[in-house]
């Protein structure tokens, strides 16, 4: 018999033990702020109308544009997928520092949740370019750049399905991660560089009123406990894996 001693991963941890309250605030937080988009914040004005319209007590000159709801969910889980590339690429700085394999697989469950909200971002991101200028793809600067970000997170997966050495494939892993994080920033600051009347610059300029900004901020809240709640509860799930195996390999030794 072996004695060589085989380290099983833990068990859990105590931000385990506020995972389902994450994800129920999460999960009331953005319903409460589905109802204030549809409910509450006023549609934003659209083109002209060719005669004014009297609703209610308001005499409306522009089309509402109620496809702009779809603004209350798109930017912040477009928000959300670049907060998970920050520990995406802080976990990678780890693991290339230690060579801790728990690191790899705290950036790999990162960008798990990274690829789920990267998705979300491009439903409603493609959602909204159709409802809005009846196509459902245009090479716009941002949106092009989040497609090459989408295209690096989904190369990260197809790598490690490749690679069948764990050290090789948490070093590359770690190195794509990395890459991917530096391309967030561009993502978000290209409208600056390159102006867009497809992603105006809403903060910097003003472009949300409070009833708007209010919505957006719950919904990001949401969101946000959201992606905790699915990082620790799929990393529990990869950690107890890890620690079945470790048991195994105890055993057989």
Known sequence: MSNKKVKAPEAGQWPDKVLIPALIAGAALTTIGFL????????VNGAQLSEPVLVGDVMVTHQQLLSQKIFYFHMPVAIVSFVALVFVAYYAI???STRNQRFDTCGRVAMEITL?????TMVTGDLWTRFEWGVWWTWDPRLTTY??????????FVMRG????PERRATYSAVIGIIAFIDAPICMMITRLIPSSIHPVVLREGGMTPDMAATVFIVMAGM????????RLRFRQARLAE?????K???ED
């Open 224 to 231: 946000l406990l959201v992606a905790f709640g699915l990082y």
């Open 147 to 156: 497609l090459i970000l989408m295209l690096i997170v989904i190369a990260y």
């Open 243 to 247: 620690r079945v195996e470790a048991l």
């Open 162 to 165: 490749a690679v069948d050495d």
């Open 249 to 251: 390999e105890q055993l």
């Open 116 to 120: 789920l909200f990267v998705i979300f």
């Open 94 to 96: 780890r693991f290339l």
């Open 36 to 43: 204030m988009a549809f409910l509450w914040a006023a549609p």
